[in-house]
């Protein structure tokens, strides 16, 4: 499977915004989504996860349950990241990652994709 990862761009803080994750491939459906951010300096921190639709549960990283919705829709193979009230953190590239475990560590991921750039300006 390829990823590629869209909808990033400049936005407002307060904004709204979906990033997608469009998979090619035929096997999306077993995988299990994450999305990671990185902002330049720092580490890639986790951001959420969803496991495949038969089991559909989703994992969160610290302080982004409120703001953050991870979602797919196998059907399109795509996963969508939602992220409300935007703020000047949260200025990152995001990357989308696929892999066959459902934990929050970057290692147990197998797939990247290139990742979009998110700039929140005040």
């Known amino acids: 499977v390829e990823l590629a990862e869209s909808g990033g761009g400049l936005v407002k803080a307060g904004d709204s915004l979906t990033l997608s994750c469009t998979a090619s491939g035929r096997t999306f459906e077993i995988y299990t989504m994450a999305w990671f951010r990185q902002d330049p300096g720092k580490e890639r921190e986790f951001v959420a996860a969803i496991t495949t639709m038969m089991v559909g549960e989703t994992l969160y990283g610290d302080s982004k349950k409120d703001r953050f919705t991870i979602s797919r829709d196998d059907t399109k193979t795509t996963a969508f990241l939602q992220i409300t009230n935007l703020r000047h953190d949260d200025s990152a590239v995001y990357y989308c990652?696929?892999?066959?475990?459902?934990?929050?560590?970057?290692?147990?991921?197998?797939?990247w994709g290139q990742g979009t750039q998110v700039t929140v300006s005040a």
């Open positions: 990652a696929a892999g066959r475990i459902f934990v929050p560590r970057e290692d147990s991921y197998d797939v």
